[in-house]
């Protein structure tokens, strides 16, 4: 019996083989799939490993930033000026073996920082302890590639991401899968399926044994976005690009690399002098998409120095944990005024989204000890 990996090969092997048509296109998809159910395997047998993968990192602040590149590109350098940390540097790569946090302020958020190794192609295989790596990177709110102009190979280092299964600026896709025990397997959709048209959604959702149940598409979905959805260990990340050392670059070789990473919207610092990073760490900041919410305690007005900083998307549960604990274990109900209202003073649940510059009142179950804040 081959091992996971060997059959890993083979299959992908087997897809560079396959010209890609109309008629193949369907195996080819399969093909990805049994890739995709095997990764999923390996992955549960290195878990399975026990204790000991991984690093423990405590998270801390509004929301932290993972710093990803190839080892030398100057990540601990432009962590130490960006934050007060003082990650060693070096000259030769591999100089940063754990995880350095530092912390950046961005208006009133704090911004955890982790600098990380390098990765190196194979990371997601377990190469240069890529996998800790990886893990460490999943659990970010933004992903933050570091470029060394001299090797500025993107597209590799995006592959180790991927194949661990992060997602770079990409939405999830609008799939709803369910399984059941029996009645067999409906698909829907409510748009017109160009990429799993046919049979193709039901024989790829097979390969992940799933027999019964639905697969509804509310978007013209591909193969791998099917995947992805059946694989369900996804993480959708924001990115953003940052090449480095740009004090080394001519303004013909800057122009020649800006032109080469167009699509990436790459941003030019350099750690060294210090160039561009007033810039890079506003990009930070809004990337992230903070929000203040200011909380009004019942009848009295709201406290507009100090704003409660959530991100977007966050609801009222968000708000809750970053309040005493005591007020969210007696929390009834929410009133809120601002942009997230239907109605100034709406009373809302747990589950409300809020919005940039609410104000929120905390109804607590009466008979609590402590008024609400
Ligand atoms: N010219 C130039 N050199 C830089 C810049 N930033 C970092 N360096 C140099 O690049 C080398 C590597 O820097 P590090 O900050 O250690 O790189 P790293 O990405 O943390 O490397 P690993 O921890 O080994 O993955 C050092 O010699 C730095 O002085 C920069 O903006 N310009
Ligand atoms: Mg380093």
Redo the contacts with the bound molecule.
Sequence with gaps: MPSIEEQITALEEEIRRTPYNKATQLHIGRLRAKIAVLRLEREARARGKGPGVGYSIRKSGHATVGLV??????????LNRLTAAE??????????LSIIPGMLRWGGASIQIL?M??LVPGASKGRGRGREVLSVVRSADLVLF?IDPDHPNLRALANELEGAGVRINQRPPRIVVQRTDRGGLTVSSTVRLTHLAGGAAASIAREFGLHNGSIVFREDATVDQLIDVLAGNRVYLPALFVV?????LSAEERARLAADLKGFDPLF?????QSGLDLLVDRIGRALRFIRVYVKPPGRPPDLEEPVILRQGDSVAGLLRRLPTDLDRAFRAAQVWGKSARFPGQTVGRDHVLADEDIVTVVIARGSARPAA
């Design positions: 590149g190839y080892p030398s590109v100057g990540k601990s350098t432009l990650s060693a540097t070096g000259a030769y790569d591999f100089t940063t600098d190794p390098g570091l480095n050392k740009s004090d080394t610092v350099s750690a060294r002098d």
